[in-house]
């Protein structure tokens, strides 16, 4: 006799509640990059993982909650894979700049895949959010130690808030605009080689 499904959200309960918020993460993944993070509702992200609506609030306050964990997770990934590629580079900060938009333009591009959850509609959703102020103590973290030793070299150097500012920009257009590894670091290269004039910003 075939097993029945059983919905273990009423009834049939996970283990813990960490559990039960993967599971329920998972299906509104699923629902987010099939049929796009505003057409998805949360009746959807409950059928995907079997349980009832009120399931789904018992792990996550709305839809609202599980998009915010969505980013999360996705940032996640990100950073760990500029972490990954910076790691050779803490006496070169300008290489590290370099490693990460061309590291961002692979693990962000829009051809990245299928699942890809930031393509399309899900772009305007997530992005802003993804690299924004949110994101400014990660780009901190990562950079920090690399910006003061290379600003004891360079004391002229500008603000870290500054570079990451720009930084998260071009991870941004280099999403939209991919291409190769090399073409990203000799772009950002001769753009850091630039010695602008004095301006009205240095008065």
């Not at 950073?79 to 962000?108: G, N, T, W």
């Not at 973290?141 to 070299?153: D, G, K, S, V």
């Not at 004039?197 to 008065?203: F, N, P, Q, R």
Request: aromatic content about 8%; hydrophobic content about 35%; overall charge negative.
């Amino acid at each position: 006799m075939e097993a029945v499904s059983r919905r273990w959200g009423n009834g049939a309960r996970v283990d813990n509640v960490d559990t039960g918020r993967k599971k329920l993460l998972r299906a509104a993944i699923t629902c987010f990059v099939s049929k796009g993070i505003q057409s998805t509702t949360i009746e959807d992200i409950a059928n995907a993982a079997n349980v009832t609506r009120r399931t789904v609030y018992r792990y996550y306050n709305g839809k609202a909650d599980l998009i915010t964990a969505v980013i999360e997770l996705e940032r996640s990934r990100l950073f760990k894979e500029l972490y990954r590629v910076c790691e050779p580079h803490q006496q070169d900060f300008a290489r590290m700049i370099e490693e990460c938009i061309a590291c961002a333009s692979q693990v962000l591009s829009v051809s990245a895949g299928s699942q890809d959850l930031l393509s399309g509609g899900n772009a305007a959703d997530t992005l802003p959010q993804m690299l924004g102020e949110e994101s400014y103590p990660e780009w901190e973290a990562l950079f920090e130690t690399a910006y003061n030793h290379y600003r004891t070299h360079h004391p002229g150097a500008p603000a870290l808030s500054d570079i990451i500012e720009l930084t998260g920009r071009l991870v941004l257009s280099y999403r939209y605009v991919p291409g190769e590894d090399d073409e990203a670091r000799r772009a950002v290269r001769a753009f850091m080689s630039l010695q602008p004039a004095k301006t009205m910003l240095d008065s």
